[in-house]
């Protein structure tokens, strides 16, 4: 800085102090225009008024000469000497700086020394005397005239002698206009002070809508404000003391209607609106000052974000304009012009945005926070002063008094308006201009909320309602809104043909690149635990030694071995030497068969190179089986079971062992000092296994990872941030639990199992009701408050979830950007049924994934890990599909997902479409297995052969078609010579077969029926049937 502090008194920059003012002296003579032909300066202050926020250039001087304000202070300064009339530290503080400023600038430096007690007026009277024995012309800042007793005795003074007086606001601005480095240092750090501020501001207003709470805009600008003048604690800006900070003005914040674009402007007492918000905030540090504006948009119309666009595409425009020499104006120009080439939006009303457009798009910023000679506009179109490098602006587009059309009249959301403004720093040679508060972020994307909570738009939330029913009910596609007697499907359809088969040529190539270029990356070892590592003796000594002269089958529990009797000796082995054991009876005697883990065992041929006894002991030969006769059936079994107990134990064991060996190491967890964000009465998935009642558990957010604490000492698993791969958080909608999941890097112990899923979670009601309690009555009070209440425990547990997840979202975008981290929320709307492992459950897109959180297994599939999809069983006369993933990584096996409703098929070729992920129809199952490995082992024949469109049914299909519509009906219904389609495939077709020739008109006919209409003329013809059969047996009973 200017000034630096030691412990006896303050100092000045001596040399600092003189190159600015050899600045100034600069820029006074060689624009003397812009100085109003001044011969003089006389500046003045007077006392320091800390808690009004004024801009005085009598202040701003004097920091930017002597690094400090210097109340009731008089300066005259003429073109070889600087007078200063004060007294006290003051004085002795400017005499600091005469030898430095006289050698380095030329002007000489005279301390008018004003005696304690006295109110200086001699000492003006020396200032004067000066300017009017030199016959001066005198430059004032006219506004500050009477700034201070000192200045208002000099003025008026200058009045009695008829001196002339200019006014010199515009060449002090000119002289200050241009930053050096000291002085872009302190507006960088506002500036990341500002967007700091912002950023926070921009969290705290998603928590408000999110939690539907009731905030004012005042209440919110003073948080707002506390958040700015306690940098370190509050936003982490430790390099930033507070007592260097203050606020430009008090936030504005302003939504529902009303709005007034002005630094000006109070935020009210009304509560925010769930609509647009315009928030402005500006923070000094060390005096210097930075500014910025944000609109944030909840539930915005198409028309809103089309207007949003295009005040964003002006403020960067004008922000283009923003270079090194150019005139004022042509920011400005910049932005008209802009907007008047808007995309998207009419000439009317582009047309009238321009009318909107303020007279200027931003000032000069700096130790002022608006400077009104360096004005951004039209008025300032061929002035002497230019666009220099090094000056920085305020660059604001605000649009008033704009109408959504989409709102009732006299709404609150039918007028709204967009605010966006920028702190920038001119750069040299015509380059860009540095945008100093661009951390936070203006794209329409970002600051676009979609929550469809508002009031307003009830009646077309309910239309739209209406509108999926019907849709669902005709079994057609919900995100479209179509039925399938709509004629407007085939477009959507034939727009995801043309997008899939761009796709086709690329992935191709990909895939083959990918294959080619892979290395092999098995091991060479086989699993952990292998056969040649264990050993059941040391030394012979320690064999038992047998207790009889008959040698029998014995277990060493100890040793983990078994000792066989062969010729006459008991041989050890291990028990992991041994692949199974059996015991069968014959003839009153026992056999019992011990088979061997053996390189040459039926089925391990593929596996001899691997089997890692094999592989360290090559010469050897092994043992494959051995068979033993008893004649005590009792201790036959019991030593089979011994051996069966001890290989389980032993397997069970070393098993965990090598996944503890494979898993990778985690850094320590840093835990929170102070506040630490809790979420309680948590279940986790999986559980820790072992005996007891569960308990829930309590999951708390640290410093670099997460940690969750069950009912037990022992219950405590630790998540660290940086191997969560993907977060979830799910609300409960059609399902029974809110829930936090975590997709891993690499895997974690819980318990004894391995897992690379973890989830917390909390049911909102009973899994189990009980429904005894006699007949149930609507209008029954008790179950009208029943039912309350388990609203309201649903919106208290979502409130809680989204609330810690917001907070956890902070840490992890404040420390830990790297990791580009997000709660990812499942499109419920794009939810389907079917049956990933065992069961069928309901599994939800999002944006990066497709999962299954609620049952365990979950199911996460990652877009980035999908190869193809085929799309399996797609007929018309087929009720469900089925849906092959195919991975990128070929070593994994392609994951099936069965049974889905065909009802359900559109709406995943537009996620997948929508993701640029290739995917193919077929009407069989292919046996992936095999194919993979052929792939793999030969792409090029696979490329020849076209790549992935042997899975491309359409050419065939085409060919169909040419053959005409009745052959294709019928070669539809063909029986299937698949041997491994299932029943519900046989049971589809012979259902669609009911269909016949005769039946084709009627159905022609009744094609603009909906199904409803359907339904009761099918009733209605079987009870016709029905009917016209009961008649028929009457007249043959009559007969």
């Known amino acids: 800085t200017a000034a630096v502090a030691t412990r006896d008194m303050a100092t000045i920059d001596a040399a600092l102090c003189a190159t600015r003012l050899k600045g100034l002296m600069t820029s006074w003579n060689d624009n003397p ?42 300066v005259l300064v003429t073109k070889t000497e600087l007078h200063v009339v004060t007294g006290g530290k003051k004085a002795k503080l400017i005499e600091t700086v005469v030898a430095t400023v006289a050698a380095d600038a030329g002007v000489t430096v005279v301390v008018h020394n004003k005696p304690k007690g006295e109110d200086g007026e001699a000492q003006a009277d020396e200032l004067v005397a000066i300017v009017v024995d030199a016959s001066l012309v005198v430059g004032m800042v006219a506004k500050e005239a009477s700034e201070g007793a000192l200045t208002k005795y000099g003025t008026e003074k200058l009045k009695t002698k008829s001196v002339s007086v200019v006014e010199i606001s515009s060449g002090l601005a000119d002289a200050m206009a241009v930053k050096d480095d000291a002085e872009l240092l302190l507006m960088k750090q506002a500036a990341k002070l500002t967007a700091k501020a912002m950023a926070w501001t921009v969290e705290r207003v998603e928590g408000i809508v999110n939690d539907e709470t009731k905030v004012s805009h ?7 404000e506390d958040q700015i003048l306690d940098p370190a604690k509050n936003l982490g800006l430790k390099d930033i003391e507070s007592d260097d900070v203050d606020i430009c003005y008090p936030p504005i914040l302003q939504s529902g209607g009303e709005y007034e674009l002005k630094m000006s402007a109070q935020s009210s007492d009304k509560k925010v609106h769930y609509g647009v918000i315009c928030v402005s905030l500006g923070a000094r540090h060390t005096q210097y000052c930075a500014n ?24 960067e425009a004008a922000l283009a304009a923003l270079v090194d020499g150019a005139d004022l104006a042509a920011p400005h120009d910049a932005a008209k012009a802009a907007l008047e080439n808007a995309s998207g939006l009419s000439a009317e009303t582009r047309v009238s945005l321009v009318a909107k457009l303020g007279k200027n798009v931003g000032t000069a910023i700096g130790l002022e926070l608006r400077e009104p000679s360096l004005v951004l506009g039209p008025k300032s179109r061929g002035a002497a002063q230019k666009i220099k490098a090094g000056q920085c602006y305020n660059i604001q587009m605000a649009l008033a008094g704009l109408t959504n059309e989409k709102a009732k009249e006299g709404s609150k959301g039918r007028t709204f308006a967009v605010i966006i403004a920028d702190t920038a720093c001119v750069s040299a040679n015509g380059a860009a201009p540095v945008v100093l508060t661009s951390g936070v972020t203006k794209a329409l994307k970002d600051i676009s909320y979609q929550i469809n909570d508002d009031d307003e738009d009830e009646d077309d939330a309910k239309e739209t309602a209406k509108a999926k029913a019907k849709t669902i009910a005709a079994g057609g596609v919900v995100l479209d809104a179509k039925t399938r007697g709509e004629e407007g499907g085939p477009t959507d359809e034939d727009a995801r043909r043309r997008k899939q088969a761009t796709l086709a040529d690329k992935k191709n190539r990909e895939t083959y690149a990918r294959l080619v270029g892979a290395k092999d990356d098995e091991a060479g070892g086989g699993k952990g635990g292998a056969t040649s590592d264990f050993k059941a003796y040391e030394r012979m000594a320690d064999v038992p030694v047998p207790r009889g002269t008959d040698p029998v089958i014995t277990v060493d529990r100890d040793a983990e071995s078994v000792l066989l009797p062969i010729h006459g000796q008991l041989v050890p082995f291990h028990v992991m030497a041994i692949k199974s054991v059996s015991v069968t009876q014959d003839a009153g005697a026992s056999f019992i068969r011990i088979n061997f883990n053996a390189p040459t065992a039926p089925g391990a041929t593929a596996a001899n190179a691997t089997y890692p006894a094999n592989v360290k002991f090559p010469d050897l030969s092994f043992l494959r089986e051995v068979s033993f006769r008893s004649s005590d059936n009792k201790h036959a079994n019991y030593v089979v079971q011994e051996m069966r107990a001890l290989k389980r134990t032993v397997s069970t064991r070393e098993t965990e062992k090598a996944e503890r060996a494979t898993l990778v190491r985690q850094e320590r967890l840093v835990l929170s000092h102070g506040r ?11 559980t820790f296994g072992g005996r007891g009642g569960r308990k829930a558990g309590t999951l708390e957010a640290h410093t670099n990872g997460l940690r969750y604490v069950g009912a037990k000492a022992e219950e405590q698993v630790d998540v660290i941030y ?31 199992k391995k897992t690379k899923d973890v989830q917390f ?28 209440r388990e ?70 599939i990652s877009a980035n890990d999908i190869e193809v999809v085929n799309l399996e069983r797609v007929g018309f006369h087929l009720k469900n599909f089925d849906m092959a993933v195919i991975f990128k990584d070929f070593s994994r096996d392609a994951h099936r997902i069965d049974q889905i409703p065909v009802q359900h098929l559109d709406n995943i070729k537009q996620w997948l479409g929508t993701l640029d992920i290739k995917y193919y129809e077929g009407k069989s199952n292919l046996n992936w297995k095999p194919l993979l490995r052929q792939i793999k082992e030969d792409p090029d024949e696979w490329l020849e052969g076209g790549g992935w469109e042997f899975l491309n049914n359409e050419l065939d299909d085409l060919d169909g078609d040419e053959d005409g519509e009745g052959e294709e009906s019928e070669s539809d219904f063909e029986p299937s010579d698949d041997s491994e389609e299932e029943e519900s495939e046989e049971e589809s077709e012979s259902e669609s077969m009911v269909e016949s020739e005769d039946d084709e008109e009627e159905e022609l006919s009744d094609s603009g029926m909906d199904w409803d209409e359907l339904e009761e003329k099918a009733a209605a013809d079987d009870d016709e049937a029905s009917e016209s059969d009961h008649g028929k047996k009457r007249k043959k009973g009559k007969k």
């Open 292 to 315: 910025i504006a944000r609109t944030l948009m909840i539930d915005p119309s198409k028309q809103m974000e089309d207007v949003y666009a295009a005040a964003l595409a002006a403020q």
């Open 722 to 752: 940086s191997n969560i791969k993907y977060a979830f958080f799910q609300p409960a909608k059609k399902e029974i639990k809110t829930l936090i999941h975590f997709h891993l890097h690499d895997a974690i112990m819980i318990g004894k």
């Open 676 to 686: 630490v964000h809790r979420l309680v009465g948590l279940w986790m998935m999986p």
């Open 791 to 860: 609203r309201d425990r649903e919106k208290r547990i979502h409130k809680e979830f989204s609330g810690f997840c917001r907070k956890v979202q902070d840490i992890w975008e404040k420390d830990f950007p790297n990791l580009n981290l997000e709660f990812d929320s499942p499109y419920h709307d794009l939810a389907f049924d079917g049956v990933p492992f065992k069961s069928t459950v309901r599994i939800l897109p999002t944006a990066s994934c497709l999962v299954e959180l609620t049952e365990f297994p979950p199911l996460v």
């Open 218 to 224: 005042a209440k919110l600008s003073e948080e707002i």
């Open 33 to 74: 225009a812009v100085w109003g032909g001044a011969d003089a300066l006389l500046i003045g202050s007077g006392a320091n008024k800390e808690d009004d926020l004024r801009y005085l250039k009598s202040v701003a001087l004097q920091i930017w000469l002597f690094g400090y304000e210097l109340p009731d202070t008089l």
């Open 761 to 788: 979670y909390m049911e909102i009601m009973e899994a189990v009701q009980s429904l005894d309690g006699g007949r149930r009555n609507m209008y029954d009070p008790d179950e009208i408050e029943e039912e309350q």
